[in-house]
Every structure is written in structure tokens, then in C-alpha cells.
């Protein structure tokens, strides 16, 4: 890694310091449940308010389209991050223009501003130019601490280090050196486990990943996809059935690369998606079109757990049922507990990471208990395949 870091950033009192910084948490019914992506950028922020520095932070929150959409504002999330800060946070209502110049203008020294979304905006996703020059404008220096986003080629993740003086933030900086550590040179057998709810975005990167691993668990939504590709019914589970030839291509070459893939073999289901409704264990291959499967069933778990058991080194991004909602938390639990007794008499490597990750890793109460826990999710993944991140790639490359 060559590139700078804020040690690097000396006499920056008065500059205006553009901070992008991972604010995607989960929230339910407007409130934060999981803090740990605030508290991962708090160092940054706070050593550049302390030096003097008008911190502006820049951040995504869902996946808006580039149209403002109200449950996805920022506002929501800034009471938050000046509560974990201790610190004022201002908030402006645009990223852009002139609510933000405004904002800016009126920042002191040492001040923290966030900007509102910036996928408000078309030009965010598009890495457009004029979208970086527009938000570009209010910055001197340009620092990145979103590790959990890097590997989005966007105007605030990318754009930005091309056109300003470019640093890594300290969370950017202690990610990549423990990812580093734990999985640079990983011992085998090599588990991951893949679960979670974004399939569309997260299903490609594991024709990469079979080929680093011995055995490869899929659960949560992305499970559903593979089981339907099989030809299996999943009634109204979450499942993208036109990527059942993807699915069906990585079984392939997981065949071929000598890897094993795990997949569940019963599962819980319910008719509503909501905490405590009627449930039942069911054969994978006998979910009633009615119903969907929120969790994988005792005899998958039994099944993972082994998987786990044989593991040298477990790579976990996304939980392996819908983990908010009691009981369909218990296999993610019970998985993510045994993975921690086993890294606790040393016997097994753990990463686990994604933002609904860390989440269920501090509801199944073992955070502190595996090697790292990571905020990034589609940008863990895509690191262990070995692909360049790009917004790890141009801090590698700026002046
Ligand atoms: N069977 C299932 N049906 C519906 N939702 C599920 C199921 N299994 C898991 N989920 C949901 O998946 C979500 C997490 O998925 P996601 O892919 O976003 O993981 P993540 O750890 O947040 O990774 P990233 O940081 O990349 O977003 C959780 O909100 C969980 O409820
Ligand atoms: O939650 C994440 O993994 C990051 O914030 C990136 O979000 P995205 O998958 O919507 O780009």
C-alpha cells in the first residue's frame, strides 16, 4: 500500500477536509440498531477536528437511485454520529450546490458537517465529472475513510482522489492492514459463508471466491437463489430467479476448483415477516408455495457447524436468515457461536464483516471473541477475491 495516510496531512487548520465515510447502518423504524460503522470513523474525524481542520463528511444510506427519497436522508442518521462523536454535527439538506456552499462557508475550525446523500444524486453512481467537480468544490483535501465502499468506482468513493490531494482515513488504513493479517496468507481449509439479502450484487463475485476456498456455505436470500436454480420450489422466499444461470455456472466451477458448496438442506419458513409469526422446519425441497424460508433449519445448521469445525480460516459476509426478527436469528447465532469458541482455543482464523454482519455478530454477542470483524460486506468479498478496489486503487495512486 503506498498510499498517504493522514500522518501525512500536517498544517491543516482552516482547510476544508472532504471525509467520505461509510454511514450505511441498519436502522429500524428510524433508529440506528448497529453503530459500529459511526464508531469505526469517530478516530478520523475526531484527529481532524482536532487539528483545526472543517471536516465535512460525505456518505451514502440505501440505495436511493439518484432521487432524493425521505427514509433515506442522513438527517437520520446525524444524531447518531454527533451523539458517538461528542461533538456538534451540523447537517445540510444537499451534498451539491448551494445548501451545502452555504453550510461550508458558515464551518469554523475543527467544525463537522454532514452532507446529505450523496446518492441523491444520478452523477454519485455515474462517477460523472461535473458531479465531482460540484462537490469537489467545497474541499481543499479529499480523505477516505469508507473502506465498506471501496470497491464502488463512485464521484464520492473514486471521483474525488482524481481531481483533489488524496488520503486514507484511519479506518481505510487499520481495514486493510487486518484483512491483511488475518487473510493475506490464509490457512486451509478455507470456509466462507455467504448469506444475506443483496443477491444481484454479490452473486459474481463468487465464481472468483470458489476458486479460493475449500468450501463454500450459502444461506439467507442467496441461498434461495441457488436452491430454485436446482429446480427447487421456494414459494415466496426472497430469491432472484433470473440469476438462476449464474447460480447455476458457479456450481459449475465450484465443481471443477474443488470446492464444496454448502447448501441448506431444510429451512425455517413463515407466511409474514415479522417477529414471532407461526414458523416451521421444512425439507428444502418441500416449502409450501405460501410460505417463505427466513432462517435454515437444525439439520443445516449441524451442517455448517462442521464446515466450521474442519475450518483452518472462516471468511462470513451476510447472516443466514433474517436475524432481526426472533427466532429467525437462531442459525446465525448458533453458527456465529461456535465460530467463536473455536477462535477463542486458537484453533480457527474468523473474519466476519458487512454492515447487517456486524450487526448480528453483536446480537449473537461474539464480536470481541472473533479475529476481525470488518464493516465491509461486497468490498470484504471482493478484496479476498483479489480484486482492485477502486477506491483503495486511486489513494495508491495520487500524488
Ligand atoms: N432468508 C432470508 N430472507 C430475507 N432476508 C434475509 C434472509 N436471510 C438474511 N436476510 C437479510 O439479509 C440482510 C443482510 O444482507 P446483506 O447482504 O445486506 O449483508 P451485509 O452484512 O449488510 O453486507 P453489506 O455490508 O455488503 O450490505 C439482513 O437484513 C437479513 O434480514
Ligand atoms: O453496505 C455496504 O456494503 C456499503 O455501504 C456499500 O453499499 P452498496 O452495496 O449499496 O454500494
Known sequence: M????????????????????????????????????????VPTIRELSEKGAKVILLAHFGRPKGEPVADMSLSTIAPDVEDILDHRVQ?????????????VTAMNNGDVLLLENTRFHKGEEKNDPDFIKALAVNGDIYVNDAFSAAHRAHA?????????????????????????????????????IVGGA????????????VKKVDALVIGGGMANTFIA?????????????????????????????????????DGVVAREFKAGADNEVVDIDAIPADAMVLDVGPKSIAAVNEWV???????????????????????????????????????????????????????????????????????????????????????????
Not at 443483496?198 to 471466491?209: A, R
Not at 436454480?229 to 465450484?254: F, P
Open 309 to 399: 469445525s474442519k475450518a483452518e480460516t472462516l471468511v462470513w459476509n451476510g447472516p443466514l436468515g433474517a436475524f432481526e426478527i426472533a427466532p429467525f436469528d437462531k442459525a446465525t447465532v448458533a453458527v456465529a457461536r461456535h465460530a467463536a469458541a473455536r477462535t477463542r482455543s486458537g484453533a480457527l482464523v474468523s473474519v466476519a464483516g458487512g454492515g447487517d454482519t456486524v450487526s448480528a455478530m453483536n446480537h449473537a454477542e461474539v464480536a470481541d471473541d472473533l479475529s476481525y470483524v470488518s464493516t465491509a460486506g461486497g468490498a470484504f468479498l471482493e478484496w479476498m477475491e483479489g480484486k482492485p478496489l477502486p477506491g483503495v486503487d486511486i489513494l495508491n495512486q495520487a500524488k
Open 156 to 192: 464520492s468513493t473514486e471521483g474525488l482522489a482524481q481531481v483533489l490531494p488524496a488520503y486514507a482515513g484511519r479506518t481505510m488504513q487499520a481495514e486493510l492492514e487486518a484483512l491483511e493479517k488475518g487473510l493475506g496468507n490464509p490457512k486451509r481449509p478455507v470456509v466462507a
Open 229 to 265: 436454480a436446482r429446480g427447487t420450489d421456494v414459494g415466496k422466499s426472497l430469491c432472484e430467479h433470473d440469476l438462476a444461470e449464474t447460480a447455476k455456472k458457479i456450481m459449475i466451477e465450484a465443481a471443477s476448483s474443488g470446492c464444496a458448496i454448502v447448501l441448506p438442506v
Open 2 to 41: 503506498t498510499f498517504k495516510t493522514l500522518d501525512d496531512l500536517t498544517d491543516i487548520a482552516g482547510k476544508r477536509v472532504l471525509v467520505r465515510v461509510d454511514l450505511n447502518v441498519p436502522v429500524k423504524d428510524g433508529k440506528v440498531t448497529d453503530a459500529t460503522r459511526i464508531e469505526r470513523v
Open 91 to 103: 447537517f445540510a439538506a444537499d451534498c451539491i450546490g448551494e445548501k451545502a456552499g452555504t453550510a
Open 198 to 209: 443483496k443477491v444481484s450484487t454479490k452473486i459474481d463475485l463468487l465464481m472468483n471466491l
